[in-house]
DNA sequence: TATGTATGAATGAATG
DNA sequence: CATTCATTCATACATA
């Protein structure tokens, strides 16, 4: 059958890139996804694609991002179309009409380039330690970081200095 | 006090409140992740915290997070060798047209900023043992951020199994 | 053709 | 340590 990929206006042959279910493996998935199988075992996503895979081609993996996108898209929906919440739910400047303010993104890096730059000439100060870390032991006691794994508490990088 | 992530630029810009490593910093945590240190104790992640610091914001939580994630991915696509194995008839799913060029690539004022960390990184003789992928082409341990995104219809989790 | 929207995919963080 | 959730980006896809 023609590649389930480039069926619809498909004009890519060299890249199949994302998986794009056909109306038929959708039926199916929101079928299941319907019954109440919130997050179904791997076992499930196992039998999930083995039926889907009949319809197009598909990986366990699909199946998989497939059912979590549903349920953070279903969740994100109910508590962004409610009438409004008072609580101390922050939105950070969300939902706009766009919503879509993503494509002047600037998620990464972006830091004080110029100093941390500079500071180059010190940069590898004890890093050797994994050369010769040889030691096995783990974790001397049971706290993984400083404390807990909430943060450290010094330095919290997520601090929503919004206002 | 000013945040170093916004701290740039210094547009309204707002703070992410997931921390993204600069590819200096995956390079620097692939490195020790690649030696086999497998899971460093608290000392250690406070040493490579130290040291990834220098390279950008980030926390001993998120290298503690980050080793984590690692791992589990790792086990994820190693267990994928069972009654798999249909085809593999796929090109070179790793090697991508690009790489993390979502990592160097959003923006287009382009600070150059982890670039020149980059070059420093590079003539840095103290951290020559993990500069040694200078190559982006030959980075050998680029597979978490391959573009294979799933397209198999071979593979058993929903990880992508990279081989 | 370019822009906008929808959605799959990647990853960092949280939880068990 | 294993699994799941939440957030964001990139790309498919629809429309102007």
Not at 36 to 46: F, L, V
Not at 62 to 68: A, E, I, K, L
Not at 83 to 92: D, K, L, Y
Not at 106 to 124: G, T
């Amino acid at each position: 059958y023609c590649d389930p990929l480039m069926a619809s206006a498909g004009h890519k042959i060299t890249a199949r890139q994302r998986w794009t279910p056909t109306p038929v493996q959708l039926q199916i998935l929101e079928r299941i996804f319907d019954q109440g199988t919130g997050t179904p075992s791997k076992q499930n996503i196992k039998e999930i694609t083995s039926e889907l895979i009949q319809h197009g081609q598909i990986s366990e993996t699909n199946v998989y991002n497939w059912f979590q996108n549903r349920r953070a898209r279903s969740k994100r929906k109910q508590l962004g179309s409610s009438s409004n919440n008072a609580e101390s739910e922050q939105e950070t400047e969300v939902e706009s009409p766009n919503e879509k303010k993503n494509l002047l993104s600037q998620q990464n890096h972006a830091p004080s380039a110029e100093d941390l730059c500079f500071q180059n000439l010190e940069i590898s100060p004890e890093l050797h330690f994994l050369s010769v870390m040889s030691n096995p032991n783990a974790y001397d006691g049971d706290e993984h970081l400083s404390g807990k794994m909430g943060m450290p508490g010094n330095y919290n990088i997520y601090d929503q200095a919004e206002d």
